[in-house]
């Protein structure tokens, strides 16, 4: 009766049973390289070494008896090159580490005995220093040299033979696991085959989106190199993804990924590639002017560009574009064109007016930063020079008042009217020397209050130390994105000097005192919920912590206009 058992048991019978045969040679063959170790240690490491010490302190011994007959060294010296002999033979005689040695060969055993009797007889001539130079003495270190010849040509041939003939054996069986090894290996190498060809597919796989991960994409981009082909690369990222992780969860930030991912397999004559968390890459074999090239980036984008809708949620997912190119001006290798539309990327994140950038342009843009900087800082060594900055400042609405209290502090470019990032100014390490004397300039416009955002409370704690609140104090409100990573020496220092702080985000995902909110004098929301409901929640709740909320004209116009809460904040509440 035939057995029907299925293909995939017995290849996985035989694979155990190659895998047991393998683990069992290998523990042989290392039992049989450990005996020979064994040998090693024995004749090499410890009666190897044993031997050696004993003809090197005999050979001593006789130095020192050759210089004190000519008068070159003290009789301390001898005596003691003595009583080393002496022990060095008597250990040799008596340790267990020799033991195998004295036994099976007891004709070392016979010449040390020799030697050791022939040393002990000198004991005598050694305490009466007057027979030291006599002819007498002078025959028994003779003899001494003869049976210490005799020893050395002895141990000479009996350790090179012992450990051939301990070894010679165990290396004819370890030869022999090692073809049964190389046998072994060519049938798990073939048996293993197509688990290896599946699990280099799933290597270059993204497990969430299954699109290619970067691996796939620099051996993309490699093969599409080496066939001469023009290349575009177009590095993308979500915006605000991390907005959507943090307030509604990663579930659904994992459904917007998957998501996005279909929308990027639709494009035809495009791969892509996720490179980790919300950033993907776009490779298409289209290459050309940059002109060309933006038009194709616009229809991109907006192809990419969804409303995310599910039961609970439905938002609009945005995206960012870093773009570079192959041409005759630039061809790098398959890093370099992904570090460039990474960076090319990354300027879309620095306060760029624009959602898609071209590594072209932004070299041109770090060219031209270091120009402004220099102009920057030759207005500040002469400040009655032109400024190459202008000041514009936006009204701030009180939807309680529906006044405009606060006016919003920014910054531009004289010769393009672009727009200039107070975080850039501190990037470039001149935050400190500019912005006092900006501020300056724009508190002789109005006599409002004026709001600059900052990025971060470093930036308010260097400015603090300018002594900026002394003069400008009262009329400058300084914004923070929230009270997160604060510390507890800056509100201090806020506490002493007295100056005003908004915020636009009250909650983090770090867990805030509500002790620390009573130094936050606004609130400058980025945007407010579509319902009326909420907007009246969150604008009440302000005015209960005691804070005076700012919007803009045109959120102001969508704002629920709310009176006056006349409630008093306890501040350990």
């Given amino acids: 009766m035939r057995l029907n058992i299925p293909r995939n048991i017995m290849i996985n019978t035989a694979f155990i049973m190659l895998l047991a045969i393998f683990t069992s040679g290998f523990l042989w063959s290392f039992y049989l390289q450990k005996e020979n170790n064994r040998s090693i240690d024995r004749f090499y490491r410890s009666t190897n070494w044993y031997a050696n010490r004993m003809l090197y302190q005999s050979e001593n011994f006789l130095y020192q008896v050759h210089l004190y007959r000519l008068g070159a060294a003290p009789l301390s010296d001898l005596t003691e090159s003595y009583d080393l002999v002496w022990n060095r033979l008597q250990l040799f005689l008596e340790a267990s580490t020799t033991e195998v040695l004295r036994k099976r060969h007891p004709s070392v055993t016979k010449d040390v005995e020799t030697l050791f009797a022939r040393i002990k007889s000198l004991e005598d001539d050694l305490n009466h220093p007057e027979v030291l130079h006599s002819a007498a003495f002078a025959n028994k270190i003779a003899q001494v040299k003869g049976d210490l010849l005799n020893l050395n040509y002895s141990l000479s041939r009996v350790l090179t033979s012992s450990i051939s003939e301990g070894t010679r ?19 798990l190498s073939i048996a293993l085959l197509r688990l290896t060809r599946r699990s280099s597919k799933l290597a270059t796989l993204d497990p969430l989106t299954q699109l290619g991960n970067r691996r796939a994409l620099t051996h993309y981009v490699k093969q599409q190199l080496k066939r001469k082909k023009a290349l575009s690369l177009c590095a993308i990222d979500l915006k605000r993804f991390k907005q959507i992780n943090d307030q509604i969860g990663y579930q659904v ?16 004559d495009c791969h892509a590639f996720r490179l980790g968390g919300d950033e993907f890459v776009l490779v298409g074999t289209y290459s050309g002017a ?31 574009l870093g773009i570079t190119y192959t041409d005759e001006n630039n061809q790098p290798d398959a890093e370099t064109l992904l570090d460039q539309a990474i960076h090319a990327l990354n300027e879309t994140k620095q306060g760029s007016n624009e959602d898609y950038a071209f590594y072209a342009d932004s070299v041109f843009r770090v060219d031209r930063s270091k120009s402004n900087v220099e102009k920057l800082q030759d ?3 002469n400040p009655q020079s032109t400024c190459p900055l202008s000041i514009r400042l936006s009204p701030l609405c009180n939807p309680v008042t529906q006044q405009n209290d606060v006016v919003e502090f920014h910054l531009t470019w004289k010769d393009d009217n672009s727009l200039c990032a107070i975080n850039w100014l501190a990037e470039q390490s001149i935050l400190l020397l500019t912005l006092p004397l900006l501020l300056e300039s724009a508190c002789q416009l109005t006599s409002q209050p004026i709001l600059i955002r900052l990025h971060t409370p470093y930036q308010l704690e260097q400015l603090i130390k ?4 002394q003069s400008l104090g009262r009329q400058v409100i300084f914004g923070l994105p929230n009270l997160a990573k604060i510390s507890d020496s800056l509100l201090a220092r806020i506490k002493e000097t007295s100056i005003k702080v908004a915020v636009e985000q009250i909650g983090t995902d770090d867990l805030i005192e509500i002790s620390n909110i009573v130094y936050v004098d606004y609130w400058i929301p980025g945007s407010l919920p579509n319902s009326p409901a909420k907007q009246k929640v969150l604008l009440e709740l302000a005015q209960i912590f005691g804070q005076i909320t700012l919007l803009p004209p045109k959120t102001m116009k969508k704002a629920t206009t709310l009176a006056s809460i006349e409630l008093e904040m306890n501040p350990n509440g």
């Avoid at 990924?257 to 035809?268: G, P, R, T």
């Avoid at 300018?466 to 609140?469: L, W």
Wanted: hydrophobic share 45%.
């Fill in 169 to 187: 054996q165990n290396n004819d069986l370890i030869q022999f696991w090692q073809l049964s090894v190389f046998i072994i290996t060519v049938l």
């Fill in 253 to 268: 930030g994992d459904q917007v990924l998957v998501e996005f991912a279909n929308q990027l397999s639709l494009l035809k």
């Fill in 290 to 320: 940059q002109a060309n090239l933006a038009h194709w980036v616009k229809e991109l984008k907006s192809q990419l560009e969804f409303d995310y809708q599910s039961d609970d949620h439905q938002f609009p997912v945005l995206v960012r």
């Fill in 379 to 381: 207005w500040v060594k």
């Fill in 466 to 469: 300018t002594e900026i609140h």
